[in-house]
Nanobody, 124 residues
Framework: QVQLVESGGGLVQAGGSLRLACAIS????????MGWFRQATGKEREFVAA????????LYADSVKGRFTISRDGAKDTVYLQMNSLKHEDTAVYYC?????????????????WGKGTLVTVSS
């Protein structure tokens, strides 16, 4: 059974930075495309960023391009989301996702595994 555990959320002022981490256990990390999604109160879940199994490809939502960076560390079985220049509208619960199918992750289509989420609050 695959387990995803997020960490790194918290309260930060607008313009600040946070780094989220998602550790995967139970399966071979290298075989999974990984993604980050977020859901703000009263809104639908939205795609934030994804990284391919080998780490060679990344994809970002337009709203975070140039501010967020996704990366993965095979030695630690962990995917990261570095968030810089945070805005109030980035406030949300951030979820980590994993699937062996890249298209499932980037399209948020029947993704197999999800973490429980970590709250990011950006004060204006």
């Amino acid at each position: 059974q695959v387990q995803l555990v997020e960490s790194g959320g918290g309260l930060v002022q607008a313009g600040g930075s946070l780094r989220l981490a998602c550790a995967i256990s139970g399966r071979t990390f290298a075989t999974y495309a990984m993604g980050w999604f977020r859901q703000a109160t009263g809104k639908e879940r939205e795609f934030v960023a994804a990284v391919s199994r080998g780490g060679m490809s990344t994809l970002y939502a337009d709203s975070v391009k140039g501010r967020f960076t996704i990366s993965r560390d095979g030695a630690k079985d962990t995917v990261y989301l570095q968030m810089n220049s945070l805005k109030h509208e980035d406030t949300a619960v951030y979820y980590c996702a994993a699937d062996q199918n890249w298209y499932a992750v980037v399209n948020d289509t029947r993704v197999n595994y999800w973490g429980k989420g970590t709250l990011v609050t950006v004060s204006s």
